[in-house]
C-alpha cells in the first residue's frame, strides 16, 4: 500500500511563502501512480483541487484560484511531490492534502484520487 505524508505547513502572513513537501512510499509508487495533486479543505468547506502534475511527464494543472501564485513539482528520485506557494492569502487557510490518482489523465475531482496523505494546516494570517 502506498503511503503519502505531507510536510511544511505552518502560520504565515499574507503575502509570504509556504512550499509544502509530500513524500510517497510503497513497492508500486514509481509505476502506478501516474497523476499526483494537491487538495485543501477549509473548516466547513468541501475538499477542493488545486495543483496536480503527472509523474511521467511535466504536464501541470491548477485551480483557477491559485494560478500563477502557487507551482507544483516534483523529484523522482526522492519519490516526492512539492507545493511552493507565494503571494498567500487568508482565504489559503485550510489542510492540505497530497493525493494519487492511478491513471495518467487529468481529474480535479478528489474521488478520482486513489490514496491520500493525513494532511497539513496551513494558516494565513491577514
Known amino acids: 500500500q502506498v503511503q503519502l505524508v505531507e510536510s511544511g505547513g505552518g502560520l504565515v502572513q499574507a503575502g509570504g511563502s509556504l512550499r509544502l513537501s509530500c513524500a510517497a512510499s510503497?513497492?508500486?509508487?514509481?509505476?502506478?501512480?501516474?497523476?499526483l495533486g494537491w487538495f485543501r479543505q477549509a473548516p466547513g468547506k468541501e475538499r477542493e483541487f488545486v495543483a496536480a502534475?503527472?509523474?511521467?511527464?511535466?504536464?501541470?494543472y491548477y485551480a483557477d484560484s491559485v494560478k500563477g501564485r502557487f507551482t507544483i513539482s516534483k523529484d523522482h528520485a526522492k519519490n516526492s511531490l512539492y507545493l511552493q506557494m507565494n503571494t498567500l492569502k487568508p482565504e489559503d487557510t485550510a489542510v492540505y492534502y497530497c493525493?494519487?490518482?492511478?491513471?495518467?489523465?487529468?481529474?480535479?475531482?478528489?474521488?478520482?484520487?486513489?490514496?491520500w496523505g493525513q494532511g497539513t494546516q496551513v494558516t494565513v494570517s491577514s
Open positions: 493525493a494519487a490518482r492511478r491513471t495518467g489523465d487529468y481529474s480535479g475531482r478528489s474521488y478520482d484520487y486513489a490514496d
Open positions: 502534475i503527472t509523474w511521467s511527464a511535466d504536464s501541470t
Open positions: 510503497g513497492p508500486i509508487f514509481s509505476f502506478s501512480w501516474l497523476l
